[in-house]
T-cell receptor
Framework: DTAVSQTPKYLVTQMGNDKSIKCEQNLGHDTMYWYKQDSKKFLKIMFSYNNKELIINETVPNRFSPKSPDKAHLNLHINSLELGDSAVYFC?????????????FGSGTQLSVL | AQKVTQAQTEISVVEKEDVTLDCVYETRDTTYYLFWYKQPPSGELVFLIRRNSFDEQNEISGRYSWNFQKSTSSFNFTITASQVVDSAVYFCALSDAGSARQLTFGSGTQLTVLP
């Protein structure tokens, strides 16, 4: 069983559309994250949730809205997609969200905005 | 604020050569954690190692070894007798007690091992 699974793997859409990326972890972890990897491979955190509560919300446009229905799921909804949103989005989880914990990553969602 | 610098953007070596990937970090905390992750061409991010700031003992795992030096704020990664399967982007990352749940990544080093 995949520990952290995100869907879809590829997402191609037109500018202005709204899209969602889903993420689920079966590790029993309390904390989940969304990271964005740009075309230069730079990884930056977007959001972090701990037990469904928003912990970290970096300077991300409010067109991005995370939703955590339960601690095993953290979905990312993006409104009014722009060309600059094209990137790979990674979901991740860790046990309690402590600084010493390793992250388990999903396989990524390649978003291409045309 | 914490920062991780991987000055080597790309490295190419021939199979069986040894290669060292550099990582320099900045943090104001005395308690912090350093990580290395591997991103192979398939795209997923794989955890390799974690080291806490109080443990400067170097670590070896098979062909991989890590050299942690607080005096130079470095956490370098060496692959001995490299193989083609080692080709990947390698990321160094840092988290500290003051920014729990926020892992700061370096910009990554693309390693290409040629046959």
């Amino acid at each position: 069983d995949t520990a952290v699974s995100q869907t879809p793997k590829y997402l191609v859409t037109q500018m202005g559309n709204d899209k969602s990326i889903k993420c689920e972890q079966n590790l029993g972890h309390d904390t989940m994250y969304w990271y964005k990897q740009d075309s230069k491979k730079f990884l930056k955190i977007m959001f972090s949730y701990n037990n469904k509560e928003l912990i970290i919300n970096e300077t991300v446009p409010n067109r991005f809205s995370p939703k955590s229905p339960d601690k095993a799921h953290l979905n990312l909804h993006i409104n009014s997609l722009e060309l600059g949103d094209s990137a790979v989005y990674f979901c991740a989880s860790s046990l309690k969200g402590s600084a010493n914990e390793k992250l388990f990553f999903g396989s990524g969602t390649q978003l291409s905005v045309l | 604020a914490q920062k991780v610098t991987q000055a080597q953007t790309e490295i190419s070596v021939v199979e069986k050569e040894d290669v060292t990937l550099d990582c320099v970090y900045e943090t104001r905390d005395t308690t912090y954690y350093l990580f290395w992750y591997k991103q192979p061409p398939s795209g997923e991010l794989v955890f390799l190692i974690r080291r806490n700031s109080f443990d400067e003992q170097n670590e070896i795992s098979g062909r991989y070894s890590w050299n942690f030096q607080k005096s130079t704020s470095s956490f370098n990664f060496t692959i001995t007798a490299s193989q083609v399967v080692d080709s990947a982007v390698y990321f160094c990352a840092l988290s500290d007690a003051g920014s729990a749940r926020q892992l700061t990544f370096g910009s990554g080093t693309q390693l290409t091992v040629l046959p």
